[in-house]
């Protein structure tokens, strides 16, 4: 484990980054479907996508022992969920600084 607790394993340092962005890729895309629908069925789904890649990168920081990481992924639990109850461009902003750390600290 490297300093940062990234793998120094160049293929599992690779499988990390990969799935980083992949978790951050789902979250960015519902999160952007939910901003722009009205409709419950809908917003439903969107938030369930959001739901199971905020664990995923949990799962993730928990297994490669990442303090940073898991913390990112905290805030992004805490901004987004401050999101649902209030919509605001100012909340959108916070998770939308916390999904451009997160693709950061994957790189």
């Given amino acids: 484990m490297g300093i940062s607790g990234i793998p120094e394993d160049p293929s599992k340092r690779a499988q990390y980054q990969k ?5 951050v ?7 952007k ?3 722009g629908t009205n409709l419950p ?4 789904e969107y938030e369930k ?3 199971m890649s ?4 949990n799962d993730l920081a928990k297994a490669l022992f990442n303090q940073k990481m898991m913390k990112m992924k905290d805030r992004l639990d805490t901004d987004y969920h401050q999101y649902l109850q ?5 909340n959108r902003m916070k998770v939308e600084k916390d999904l451009e750390n997160l693709k950061k600290e994957a790189q």
Avoid at 54 to 57: F, K
């Fill in 86 to 90: 209030n919509p605001s461009d100012e």
């Fill in 33 to 35: 479907g939910l901003q």
């Fill in 25 to 31: 890729k789902v979250f960015e895309e519902s999160f």
């Fill in 19 to 23: 799935e980083v962005k992949e978790g």
């Fill in 49 to 51: 996508s959001i739901d």
């Fill in 41 to 44: 069925p809908k917003r439903e």
């Fill in 54 to 57: 905020l664990e995923a990168l």
